[in-house]
């Protein structure tokens, strides 16, 4: 299985900074099959980004992916105060598709 | 709307058997993959597995084959997820998500999850 590593795993940081989310993968995932979601506590998973940098309906701007191959980076350009929560990310390039293990964005 | 529409939260005891569900509305339910994607209390996600109800074509992930069924009735527009002998290791909330397009895609539509308490 592919293993995506996230980093780091806690991120504490203030309104209006810029967030920046790693997703490292244990082996080459082509970059069309790489998707960042959103979970906030009690809510269901939602997509932010898939093929590593395309922006899901109604995302905002401030959400923005890039990276190929192994290494992937979500970044957030000003944080909102709904921001704050938990991404993964996923790879649906090789099965089983897999996720990582989270990076939480808290409120420093 | 488009939507996926699961069943309640269920409590069961080690041994008994469960099927939960996930109906799809507002879309062409035969047309788009289903997957099932765990989520264990305070834990991250795991995808379990996907069908196709159009014509049951079903995956699943090595983890959990053989662990879990997955079926549909297109009929009703409808996918299922059932155990025969529960675990207390299967308490976890689940989630149905579907694909953007074929399988090799991102879920860009997710149910609310159904939350499956096992314990004696």
Known sequence: DIVLTQFPGTLSLSPGERATLSCRASQSVGSTFLAWYQQKPGQAPRLLIYGASSRATGI?????GSGSATDFTLTISRLEPEDFAVYYC????????????GTKVEIK | DVQLVQSG?????PGESLKISCKGSGYSFTKYWIAWVRQMPGKGLEWMGIIYPGDSDTRYSPSFQGQVTISADKS?????????SLKASDTAMYYCARPRSNWHDAFDLWGLGTMVTVSS
């Open chain 1, 60 to 64: 905002p701007d401030r959400f923005s």
């Open chain 1, 90 to 101: 996923q790879q649906y390039d090789t099965s089983p598709w897999t996720f990582g293990h």
């Open chain 2, 9 to 13: 939260a269920d409590v069961k005891k």
């Open chain 2, 76 to 84: 009703i527009s409808t996918a299922y997820l059932q155990w025969s």
